[in-house]
């Protein structure tokens, strides 16, 4: 029945005025609708015939196509490829929604089509690995970031290491990046050094509660990633460690000593105490105090269990005396008050996995 329909349908085709066209184009399409489950010739038909007639129609018409096939479950493919390379105002529908497109699909679009193309695809309920891959690779940040914001985008180990470094350059990419529950974990924690305060917050937030197996297993695979770009160890460096070398062999690298480096601005000596007592790497050290980080710095100070008069009196040096700084000590007083230990050191796990690999990649 459907198969007469469709005959008389495109015995109609020869009509040169494309106002009938349009008529037909419209009429076929309600035909395919009208039933579910068309076997493999019937859908070839209308394949066939849908597709050259939507080729021979204005945009207008196409989107109208192509937004009630974005909502089918089974759409004639050929003309759902076709129309997924189309325009975006005429892609978009079918990018976002159609079920039928392959991997192999999205891949062609996402290797040949424009940024709008691959937001459209960033914003499907499932991205395919491969897909996000070639999306990161070839992606602008905006799209890039639609991407991130889609969970049900699936995004390779390597994919997630390129939208860091992106993101370590982009902060409009910040929240993107720390709010994405598939981050690995070693990852997130990159980002603690470049993200503001409030976005540090859900950092620690997420470490307090993260899984031990997933945290040793963040820890393993950010092994693997070790920054070369931390730049070189100061000419001093190997003086340092053998004078603290010789200092511990007397029990005399102490908190206490710390803060007497710290006042004689004896700052590269200082640092290698610190990641002694700290177990932490020289250059995350050295970053946290460069920039002064005194949130970080407070994490290091509860994750080796100094005090907080301790902590408060490092960051009275730290910080510069025309910059508020007593005002600033007393407020990170309080937030390492309220910092609990064992998110502390959750969080340092990360920092302490460079200790063993971060100063040799500088070295």
């Known amino acids: 029945m459907i198969q007469s329909?469709?005959?008389d349908l495109i015995a109609l085709a020869d009509e040169p005025s494309s106002s009938r066209r349009r008529e037909l184009l419209r009429g076929v399409t309600d035909l395919f609708f009208t039933v579910e489950g068309h076997g493999d010739v019937e859908l070839g038909l209308f394949d066939d015939v849908m597709g050259q007639l939507a080729g021979e129609m204005e945009e207008a018409v196409r989107?109208?196509?192509?937004?009630?096939?974005?909502?089918s479950a089974a759409p004639p493919p050929s003309?759902?490829?076709?129309?997924?390379s189309d325009s975006i105002a005429v892609a978009r529908p079918i990018l976002q929604g159609a079920p039928q497109l392959s991997e192999a699909d999205l891949l062609h679009v996402a290797r040949t089509q424009g940024q709008d193309h691959l937001r459209a695809i960033s914003q499907r309920p499932v991205v395919p690995s491969l897909v996000s891959d070639a999306i990161v690779q070839r992606g602008d940040d905006t799209t890039l970031g639609v991407l991130l914001r889609n969970e049900g985008a699936v995004l390779s180990r390597q994919a997630h290491e390129a939208a860091v470094?992106?993101?370590a350059a982009n902060p409009e990419l910040h929240e993107a990046v720390i709010d994405r529950q598939a981050l690995p974990m070693d990852l997130l924690n990159e980002?603690?050094?470049v993200a503001e305060a409030r976005l540090r917050d859900r950092i620690m937030e997420r470490n307090a509660n993260v899984d031990p197996a997933i945290l040793d297993a963040a820890l393993?695979?950010?092994r693997n990633r070790v920054a070369a770009n931390d730049g070189a160890l100061p000419a001093d460096y190997n003086a340092a460690v053998k004078e603290i070398v010789a200092l511990k062999?007397?029990?005399?690298?102490t908190p206490q000593a710390l803060v007497g480096m710290l006042r004689a601005n004896r700052t590269t000596i200082f640092l290698v105490a610190l990641a002694e007592l700290a177990d932490i790497d020289f250059h995350t050290a050295r970053k946290i105090i460069e920039r002064r980080e005194l949130d970080a710095l407070s994490v290091v100070c509860k994750a080796a269990d100094f005090d907080r008069a301790l902590f408060l009196t490092f960051a009275l040096l730290i910080l510069d005396p025309s910059d508020n700084a007593m005002g600033k000590a007393k407020a990170y007083g309080e937030l390492y008050a309220a910092l609990p230990r064992d998110a502390a050191l959750r969080t340092i796990r990360f920092w302490r996995m460079r200790r063993t690999t971060g100063d040799?990649?500088?070295a």
């Open 79 to 84: 003309l759902t490829r076709s129309l997924a």
């Open 165 to 167: 470094d992106r993101a």
């Open 63 to 71: 989107i109208e196509l192509a937004e009630r096939l974005g909502a």
């Open 360 to 362: 040799v990649a500088a």
């Open 5 to 7: 329909r469709l005959h």
């Open 220 to 222: 393993k695979a950010g």
């Open 249 to 253: 062999a007397r029990g005399a690298v």
């Open 191 to 193: 980002m603690y050094f």
